[in-house]
């Protein structure tokens, strides 16, 4: 028999729905043709990766020295390490070393490293709604369990209601700006308050939460948007990023952990880091392209056709009559579900289906009444969609 809790995991309605949609896709395409498909489920980003990127892969496959596809340190190697440190500190502001780094088989493995290194049995990480699903099973998998706390009706962070969830269990909490699903991204204001509510709520109770930021889609932002840096304003913080969006490489697993320096066990937070990256079996991040990305992080990208698409299905929203949050980067669209339907996400969302539109719940994102168009696709799937959706909120 099988785990009852993975059983129950597998079992549940809101289980992998964004996965399952895509799959949908896959034998929609099949019967109606690929133009008659309107499939905006998984956030896959489709723009080539720049040229930098794949000049790095091609120097580095004809590298045929002894052992460059050995073993190296579970961190990684020191000059990628240094190189993210680099990153990291032009971004966050502050000194940034190799050793705060840690290689990682992309964000997902990163997050499952820190907040194992973080929780113990029983713990609680926070997270601002709606959120990327997945976070609730990476807190499982390790003894504690994520809280969900509602955000104002923008999207921006409720310092009121995440003061009200902090607890003396409360490990961390996590903020991923741009959002996934909204693509929110908090302001600068918003990490300066939320930094205060923290600090007040350590010295109360001895605990100081991690602020735990997921930052994949930071480089993807519009109308000249930047993301806050953390570091200066909170000690006890730590980045959990990769570069499947940014580099639109997600397939090839690569991304790190950046630890703040100023935190006060920092260098015990990196090692434990360290450790989980052993002990739950990734072992290193690839060595190929922890080498790749040493030579191309910082390769020239240009998402004008995000912000395009954006534009385009937007108006496509406005065609059919539906309200969305206007986002401020990453490549998601979030939409209320149409009156009539009661707020039933997941109704509506096999109801697109009859029209042959593919979109994600928002229950996934723990945003029940709402649903999750991701744009990163064809501006002729976008363009074609605009019947179909239109057709869709006309009928039940």
């Known amino acids: ?35 008659n498909v309107y499939d905006f489920s998984l956030g896959n980003p489709d723009l080539d990766p720049p040229d930098e990127v794949l000049d790095a892969i091609e120097e580095v496959a004809k590298d045929r020295s002894h052992m460059c596809h050995g073993y190296m340190p579970n961190a990684g190697y020191a000059e990628v390490r240094e190189a993210m440190a680099k990153k990291t500190q032009q971004e966050q502001g502050v000194p940034v070393s190799f050793d705060s780094v840690v290689m990682a088989v992309g964000a997902a493995a990163a997050l499952n490293c820190v907040i194992k290194s973080l929780v113990d ?37 409720s310092i009121q209601n995440i003061r009200a969830a902090l607890s003396e269990k409360t490990a961390a909490i996590i903020i991923n700006s741009p959002n996934n699903p909204t693509g929110r ?41 930047t993301v806050a840096p953390v570091f ?7 980045i959990v990023t990769s570069f499947a969006k940014n580099l639109s490489v997600p397939g090839e697993r690569i991304g790190y952990i950046a630890v703040n320096p100023a935190a006060e066990d920092a260098a015990l937070l990196v090692s434990a880091c360290v450790l989980c990256t052993r002990v739950l079996g990734f072992v290193n991040a690839p060595a190929f392209f922890q080498k790749v990305i040493a030579k191309s992080w910082n390769a020239s990208c240009d998402y004008s056709a995000y912000e395009r698409r954006c534009k385009k299905i937007m108006a496509v929203m406005d065609y059919a009559g539906l309200t969305y949050a206007k986002p401020q980067g ?54 074609n969609s605009k019947e179909a959706f239109k057709k869709a909120v006309e009928r039940r």
């Open 1 to 35: 028999m099988i785990s009852k809790k993975i059983q129950s995991i597998i079992e549940s309605p809101s289980n992998g729905v964004i996965r399952k949609m895509f799959e949908e896709g896959i034998l929609l395409k099949k019967k109606f043709g690929e133009k």
């Open 185 to 225: 991204i908090y302001s600068k204001e918003d990490i300066a308050a939320l930094a205060e509510a923290l600090t007040e709520h350590g010295n109360k109770t001895g605990r100081f939460p991690y602020i735990i930021c997921d930052e994949p889609y930071r480089a993807i932002v519009y109308d000249g948007a």
């Open 232 to 238: 200066p304003v909170y000690k006890n913080s730590v």
């Open 121 to 157: 049995e029983g713990d609680e990480v926070l997270a601002p709604c709606p959120y990327f699903a997945e976070y609730n099973h990476y807190a499982r998998n390790h003894g504690a369990k994520i809280v969900p706390v509602p955000t104002n009706e923008d999207f921006s962070l």
């Open 330 to 383: 990453a490549f998601y669209l979030f939409v209320k579900v149409p009156d009539g339907w009661n707020g039933d996400d997941m109704a509506f969302c096999d109801h697109l289906k009859k029209f042959n539109i593919l979109c994600a719940p928002g229950s996934g994102f723990a945003g029940k009444g709402w649903f999750r168009i991701s744009y990163c696709v064809s501006e002729e799937t976008i363009e």
